[in-house]
């Protein structure tokens, strides 16, 4: 029979993995509106300036084409800002990153459980009475996930398998660190 601490741990991984991959996909999801934002924010812009050529070219010459381009760029121009102010895609980028970083908080207690049961100088139950409350906050926060789309899902993918966010060195890690608290424990002999 399995160790009552690696039982424990297995289900801790599984909640911990969740979590990762929940935080880049809401990360992705919000990256993908702010460059969203971005294009048609331009677009709009370079569309109203179009749009202000074609009117004024039409006061010092009378083009048929002209009036006609400039027609439909005002109309593109118009759709645009329809958009804007049916979708708040500014609002769905910021709730997507807000969510995104409270999973951060969820993944930080998960990862300090992980590290209380590879210790084990506390009890089991006492590890998971922690790990219940961890997970009820959990499952409290999966209630108002802000919604994400494939494309995000896409993106996390690549970012956690191919690009290997989240995956460091012990150099890198070192590097983060002030110099007395690198590297691994040395296990010390005492006589006493």
Known sequence: MK????ILLDEVRQSYASVVWTHKI???QADIYRENYKKL???NILVASGTSCGIVSTIFCDN???KIISAGLSFIS????AYFKSFDIKGMEHQNKEYANKLLIIRNRLLHIIGDIHMQKRNV????VDYIKVIDALNELYMEAPSTTQEAVNAA???LKVNNEYTYTDEEIDNFLPPTLRGKIVNKVYYG
Do not use: F, R
């Open 157 to 159: 993918s690549e970012a």
């Open 3 to 6: 160790n009552e601490y690696q």
């Open 125 to 128: 139950d006492e590890i998971n």
């Open 78 to 81: 118009l759709a645009i800002t």
């Open 26 to 28: 809401q990360e992705k």
């Open 41 to 43: 924010e331009i677009s």
């Open 64 to 66: 048929v084409i002209a």
